[in-house]
């Protein structure tokens, strides 16, 4: 199984949709990017990597800060993972 996921939800926050990369950090953390809304989450260690149990954590806010261990990992995998959305297919 790969430690990172992309999807586009389709809903329609740009003519893109909305597209989405999430991946799981060592801490086992997951950092999720939108690219379309500029925003980018490092959601609990406990969210499944799956598409269904990203978008939950993220409409419900379960948005953690990331601790002084990961900080460094949170955003080398957020600069990475805004590529890789970028890629993903339009609506």
Known sequence: MSNTITFN?????TEFGQRIAA???ASGAVVMVDIDR???YLLPVDTELNQRAVMRAYDDNEVIYPSDYEISDYYT???ELRTVAA???SI
Do not use: S
């Open 23 to 25: 991946r799981r950090l």
């Open 87 to 89: 890629t993903v297919n």
């Open 77 to 79: 995998t957020r600069n």
């Open 9 to 13: 939800t389709g809903r329609t926050y």
């Open 38 to 40: 500029g925003i980018d």
